[in-house]
């Protein structure tokens, strides 16, 4: 199972362990590069699904954001139309990310590191995905 933080400059992508326990960094990327990755780990087998953030508002609602989303989803399934995706609420998963690299006693300078974000985002969201659906 992969899960993708979509962001305009970067997008941060993971993946689970093949018991769907926990998540595991795959990297950052640009749009370009994560379509490339996605294959190479499809080729692998190591995907069913997809779980790609969704940038709700704090009530809930659909924004600008949501759309930008909205449309890297639908070229995400014609390029891989075989693949399951979903979508998950992504509501603060950079900020619990960045609580949790802070934490973890990652220096600041690590921390600040153009990506480090985006994927532990990306993680933050496929653990809570995983623990919402044993």
Known sequence: MLAIDYGTKRIGLAKSDPLRLFALPVGTFDREGLF???LELLENGDVEK????????????????????DSFIAELGEA???LPI?????????????????????SRKK?????RIDSAAACVMLTAYLENHP
């Open 80 to 82: 891989f139309p075989a």
């Open 111 to 115: 921390r600040g590191e153009k990506g």
């Open 36 to 38: 490339r990755a996605v």
């Open 50 to 69: 997809v779980i790609v953030g969704y940038p709700l508002s704090d009530n809930g609602e659909k924004n600008a954001m949501t759309r930008v989303v």
């Open 86 to 106: 979903e979508t998950f609420d992504e509501h603060s998963s950079s900020s619990r990310a960045r609580s949790i690299l802070v934490s973890s006693g990652i």
